[in-house]
């Protein structure tokens, strides 16, 4: 079992597209993380929220903790936001991950 | 260099034999943690400190050893190599683990690990 989903798996946007990743978990968290991973395989770290919502430029993310739902959302589009991006919660002294999503942004 | 090192990037062994990865970290944080990543299971937790000598397991713990002498290393060892193993490994730091706001990670820039 999975107790971190993510859709969708792959994703391939035009430039300049408003574009939506989900992530839906299954047990109780401290936080969740938004991280980005880039095609040569460094990892960064995007947001960790608790509740409500973060913004970073044209990054935003949502957390529903009633729903356990999460939105990622990037606004403009642009072909430097193609990577890899990954959901993962804090729950209790254990981290679990999403598989990621793949972001293809065509120019 | 500040930040978060691992040494080997690229390391080719073969079965039974031991291996160990390095991690370094310059920020005295005090959690630090081990993840492989393969494809189709994402990132797994093998094991991480919350201090010096101090480890707990994670999600994937077997076949591997860990230690942490002093705060700003955290050494992965594979005893005897398996081709299961093969993989990407990340280590990662963090200033807590827990909390209302939880803890941003930093992570390593991977081993890449091939088990033959």
């Known amino acids: 079992k999975n107790e971190v989903e993510q859709s969708p798996q792959n994703l391939t946007a035009q430039e300049g597209e408003f574009i939506t990743i989900n992530c839906s978990y299954s047990v109780g968290i401290s936080a969740l993380h938004w991280l980005q991973q880039h095609p040569g395989g460094g990892i960064v770290s995007l947001f960790m929220?608790?509740?409500g919502k973060k913004k970073h430029g044209r990054l935003i993310a949502t957390i529903n903790i009633q729903e356990k739902h999460s939105s990622l959302h990037i606004t403009a589009s642009h072909p430097r936001d193609s990577a890899v991006y990954i959901c993962?919660?804090?729950?209790?002294?254990?981290?679990?991950f999403g598989t990621g999503t793949s972001l293809t942004v065509i120019p | 260099d500040a930040g978060i090192t691992q040494s080997p990037r690229y390391k080719i062994t073969e079965t039974g034999r031991q291996v160990t990865l390095m991690c370094h970290q310059t920020?005295?944080?005090?959690?630090m943690f081990w993840y492989r990543q393969d494809l189709g299971h994402g990132l797994r937790l093998i094991y991480y400190?919350?201090?010096?000598?101090?480890?707990d397991k994670g999600e994937v713990p077997d076949g591997y050893v860990v230690s942490r002498s002093k705060t700003e290393n955290f050494p992965l060892t594979l005893e005897s190599a398996t081709r299961s193993q093969t993989s990407v490994y990340f280590c990662a730091s963090s200033g807590g683990l827990a909390g209302p706001l939880g803890y941003e990670q930093y992570f390593g820039p991977g081993t890449r690990l091939t088990v033959t």
């Open positions: 400190s919350a201090a010096a000598d101090i480890t």
């Open positions: 929220l608790s509740s």
């Open positions: 920020w005295s944080h005090s959690y």
């Open positions: 993962a919660v804090t729950a209790g002294n254990q981290f679990y």
